[in-house]
């Protein structure tokens, strides 16, 4: 970010414009939006300002602009449509001490005027840093269709409310208030006329006083891969309600930005090996926080149903008396043999896929290892990073195929995304020179579409050859 949003309080302080043209009048229909005093200097003012004048909604002085014109204002706009007066009169109220915007010069400002939704007091701010003004122009548009025109008196009435409401709790009971004030009762009233928004407020609130505050609950969500466009809808709905979130290393940034900006944020990651909180706290956690009565969202990578100790932590809740739900994900697996273009399973290849962690496959028994030596099987591997000799091993000395394809996708769905196309047998030597830091899931028995699609045609080629 080159500029930092804020918005600067006005309201009684001065803003000179120098300039009487077409750019000081686009800027002037938005400054008198606003409660500051406005200064226009211009020698030939267009007859709109001189109408402005007139109502006295702006002061207006017919001369071009002097030294001391800008004393003690706060903001100026160099709008002369000429770039050596715009120069001269920004260089009077810089020394002036004011905050200078040239318009149409970025290098020269120190400050841009966002394009506006004005809700009033709502107001939204849309910037671009001059880069697409036109992509500013259509989320403005975008906006305006869909915020309520009601929204601003709504807004103004709800503020002088805020201490009455403080008799509810903190937390979630104050903002379904709010919810259900800004989106259902509030706007009712409004289109209704009679008693209006204070009315609904007040009866809005003797509801709200009157209901049991409602108990903790804890639902355990599937992050997905990493993208956050491969959330699902619901995933997306309860991280914007929630009011702790517990989630694991693997979670994305971009993801917990998602999560509404008061909810309590823990970071509860586990390495690989050796855990960096230990299971039974994460379990204490997420307890102690649905007893305290908040909606938890506990994230885990991927599909939470998949590797993800899940089930201790349903127990913790259930022994606890905590209510919870599942919400499923798009699990890692999916999302590898998505880059591969591949399927999970094929009628005539595979039937069945298996789901392993590298952690386990030390504990696997001889017959597993037969079973998934055959040719055709395919298995995804999570974790197995570490195990990647051990389970070669294993797979040659139960018979399987030195050349059985393995490809391992690093950060799968993600920009850094990394596919590695390789066989069994120098499968352990590739994948440690290939120094992946990301998580990688191994998907052994598949090649990458592509990678297939050249084999065969090798093979197709190299038969011709033997019978010609
Ligand atoms: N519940 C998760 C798995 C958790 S175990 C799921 O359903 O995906 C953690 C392992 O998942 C990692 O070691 C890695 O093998 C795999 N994994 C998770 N996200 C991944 C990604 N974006 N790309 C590749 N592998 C990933």
């Known amino acids: 970010m080159q500029h ?17 043209g077409g750019a000081a009048i686009a800027k002037l229909r938005l400054l008198l939006k606003t409660e500051a005093r406005l200064t226009v200097l211009a020698a030939d003012p267009a007859p709109e300002i001189e109408r402005w004048a007139a109502e006295g909604r702006l002061t207006l002085t017919r001369r071009a602009l002097e030294p001391g014109d800008v004393l003690c204002a706060a903001l100026f706009y160099a709008a002369n449509e000429d770039a050596a007066e715009d120069a001269r009169t920004a260089a009077i109220a810089r020394a002036e001490g004011a ?8 290098e020269g400002s120190a400050f841009i005027t966002p394009a506006i939704v004005d809700r009033d007091p709502v107001v939204v701010a849309i910037g671009t840093e001059g880069a697409a003004p036109v992509l500013a122009r259509a989320i403005k548009a975008d906006l305006e269709a869909r915020l309520p025109a009601a929204l601003g008196p709504l807004a103004r009435i709800g503020k002088m409310f805020r201490k009455k409401a403080e008799d509810l709790p903190t937390g979630r009971a104050r903002r379904e208030f709010w919810r259900d004030y800004y989106f259902s009762d509030g706007p009712r009233a409004l289109a209704a006329g009679e008693g209006g928004p204070h009315a ?24 997905g891969p990493g993208d956050p466009e491969l ?6 709905r309860v991280l914007d309600e929630a009011d702790v979130v517990i989630h694991d290393r693997l979670i994305a940034p971009e993801i917990l930005e998602l999560a509404r900006r008061e909810a309590i944020v823990i970071d509860a990651g586990k390495e690989g090996f050796g855990a960096s909180m230990p299971q039974q706290d994460i379990n204490a956690l997420i307890v102690e926080h649905a007893r305290a009565g908040g909606q938890v969202v506990r994230l885990k990578s991927g599909d939470a149903t998949v590797f993800g100790r899940l089930d ?7 022994a606890a008396g905590v209510g919870f739900q599942v919400l499923p994900g798009i699990t890692a697996a999916s999302a590898a043999v998505a880059a591969l273009g ?29 079973a998934l030596a055959r040719p055709g099987e395919v298995a995804a591997i999570y974790m197995g990073r ?17 050349g059985t394809p393995v490809s391992v996708v690093e950060n799968a769905s993600r920009p850094d995304q990394r596919i590695l196309a390789t066989a069994l047998d120098r499968f352990p030597a590739e994948l440690a020179d290939a120094r992946m830091s990301g ?29 010609a």
């Not at 407020?201 to 108990?215: E, N, Q, S, T, V």
């Not at 959330?231 to 997306?236: G, Y």
Request: proline share 3%.
């Open 386 to 402: 570490k195990a990647a000799r051990f389970i070669q091993g294993r797979l040659l000395m139960h018979g399987a195929d030195r």
């Open 342 to 370: 591949q399927s999970l399973t094929r009628r005539g290849r595979n039937a069945s896929v298996r789901f392993l962690t590298g952690h386990d496959m030390k504990g696997f028994a001889d017959h597993d290892w037969a």
């Open 231 to 236: 959330l699902t809808l619901k995933a997306r």
């Open 99 to 106: 905050l200078v915007n040239i318009v149409d010069n970025l």
């Open 4 to 20: 930092f949003p804020v918005f600067i309080a006005v309201a009684g302080r001065r803003i000179v414009v120098s300039g009487g």
């Open 439 to 467: 998580p990688v899931l191994t998907i052994y028995g598949l090649a990458p579409r592509t990678a297939l699609r050249a084999l065969e045609a090798f093979q197709d080629n190299a038969e011709k050859q033997e019978l």
């Open 200 to 223: 609904a407020l007040h009866d809005l609130l003797g509801r709200h006083l009157g209901r049991k505050a409602r108990p903790g609950y804890v639902f355990f969500v599937g992050a």
């Open 312 to 318: 201790e932590e349903m127990d913790a809740c259930d």
